[in-house]
């Protein structure tokens, strides 16, 4: 098939020739998916964990949230324990079991590990 011209333009035969992605645009566009995967993953983790903790028979109340990036991590934990409870095996539970579980999963430690516990204010009678 040959060239024909029409008034003011031209079809040519052949597929175009596709034209490359520039690498700027393929990195950053692959950079800001890695960084959701990221977060996303991040938020899962969390999560569970929250809910695993809200399962143990001495929380009462558990919100987990890991932020920031791969360089420095940060656990944050914010649980409220029953008035009646000893919180030491709590306390143990989260940073030998909870805490190093996520980390080995991860591949990597915590840059901060920020806990804070409340007592509740009802007692369990």
Excluded: W
Aim: net charge negative.
């Amino acid at each position: 098939m040959s060239a024909r011209a029409f008034p003011n333009s031209t079809i040519t035969p052949g597929n175009p020739t596709p034209q490359p992605v520039p690498r700027e645009t393929h990195g950053h566009v692959t950079q800001e998916a890695a960084q959701r995967i990221r977060c996303m993953r991040y938020d899962q983790m969390a999560k569970a964990a929250s809910a695993g903790l809200m399962a143990h028979p001495h929380v009462e109340s558990a919100i987990v949230e890991i932020s920031g990036d791969d360089a420095g991590l940060v656990f944050q934990l914010s649980c409220t324990i029953n008035a009646d409870s000893d919180p030491s095996d709590l306390m143990e539970t989260i940073s030998q079991g909870v805490i190093s579980n996520i980390e080995r999963m991860l591949g990597t430690e915590f840059a901060s590990r920020r806990l804070h516990f409340n007592r509740s204010l009802c007692s369990a009678a």
